[in-house]
């Protein structure tokens, strides 16, 4: 198409603007477009205050209710205008409304990518700088393509690309298939994250299923999702699916042979997800690490420590070697303090003692009380053991022990209940000058002793 042409297509769409402007139904056309936005507006915000008050929850029934009503008022609207462009074309121009349905599905195309790369990849949290970027740069493409086709420019545009090869061995392929490839590989997969987002989210609200199902669920549709995307895009572009096979079976070699522990993670993270052994909020000891599970994924399981230090273990590791998992049945945790006392104490008002002690701390069950047991006899005193149970392992452990030693050591003190320490005999033996062997006593400068 030569620049004469392009000119002349351009100055037909201004000459049928001012034939419009200089008719009398431009003031219908224009009263139809406020109109039809209006009503996109309005339908859109009844929509959203109707699913309110009926107190809706599902995801697919509140599509509309929040952000996606940013881009239901534009997608409206333009039904509106295309209905009223085919209503009003029987009896006046419409160019008007002609030109204002490239520009208005525009806008809305953009909202409606808006929408999905947010949902995507900012789900309950800010966009990245690059995701910011990526929407400037996605709004200016769509703005400069709407141009072209408003200015007749776009078929000529589509020529240039057919015409600009690249050779690639025995083949070219023009600048506009590699385009199309590009955008469909891309559209296919962002539609497929949407979709596997949405999914995740309506399956993590589940609360009939079991959280490592709900998990294994969702990150199963995703790889579905994903890969049946991609060999759809594949499709599109033209490529021969069969020819992948060959490339399969190399892969399946090369994951085989070097990636052993990686392939080997991940199907540990599956095991772990459907056999429910783990599961998150879980408080657990792997290896030298305590903490509470605060994400499993696919390769590797975190493990949040009560100091805040997060541990990264690979799923592997979870299923070759032992795990305590403190919550797997119930949540229920027995903890212990050991104190001595003297051997002319009062024991069985001593036991008594510390379990009234003990009981007085919050974080400790009532219903199942603490229990103080004598252990055995020292060579100091009498060992005993208070047991108490608590239902908030991921809240800690020694700060519960601590308070339960410092109420026994203030309720022993109130009551006069003799801590004895530790004693110990050292004997010397040496030699005469005469050969006799003399045999002293000393006693450790740490040893107390009513003897003494």
Known sequence: MSDSTNVHLLSSILTDFWSDLSAPGVDWQIGTLVLCMLLGWLASRGLRTALRERKVNTRVMRLGVESFSRVLSPLLALLFIACARLVLAKYHHVNLLR?????????????????????????????????????????????????????????????????????MGRYKISLLAITQAVCSVGVTLVLALWLGALLEERVMQLSSMHSSLRTVVARLARAVLILVAVLLSLSLVGIDLTVLS??????????????????????????????????????????????RVTRINTRYTVIRSLD???????????????????????????????????????????????????????????????QAVLLKFGPDGLELEIGFWITDPENGRANVVSDANRVIWRALKANKVQVPFAQREVRIVQAGTSGEIADTKIMAPFATSEKQ
């Open 99 to 167: 030109l204002a349905i490239p520009l208005v599905a525009s806008f809305a195309l953009i909202r409606l990518a808006f929408y999905i790369l947010r949902r995507i990849f900012a789900r309950g949290g800010q966009a990245g700088t690059l995701l910011l970027l990526f929407e400037k740069i996605f709004a200016i493409v769509v703005w400069v393509g709407v141009a072209l086709y408003i200015t007749g420019l776009w078929p000529v545009l589509l020529d240039l690309m057919e015409e600009i090869v690249f050779p």
């Open 246 to 291: 060959v490339f399969g079976g190399a892969l399946g070699v090369g994951i085989g042979l070097g990636l052993q522990k990686i392939i080997s993670s991940y199907v540990s993270g599956f095991v772990i997800l459907l056999e429910r052994s783990l599961a998150i909020g879980d408080m657990v000891t792997v290896d030298k690490y305590y903490g």
């Open 308 to 370: 805040g230090i997060e541990t990264v273990v690979p799923n592997d590791m979870l299923i070759s070697g032992p795990v305590q998992n403190y919550s797997l049945s119930d949540r229920v945790l027995r903890l212990a303090s050991h104190v001595t006392i003297a051997y002319d104490s009062d024991l069985e008002a001593v036991l008594k003692l510390l379990e009234e002690a003990v009981a007085t701390i919050d974080r400790i069950s009532k219903e199942l009380p603490p």
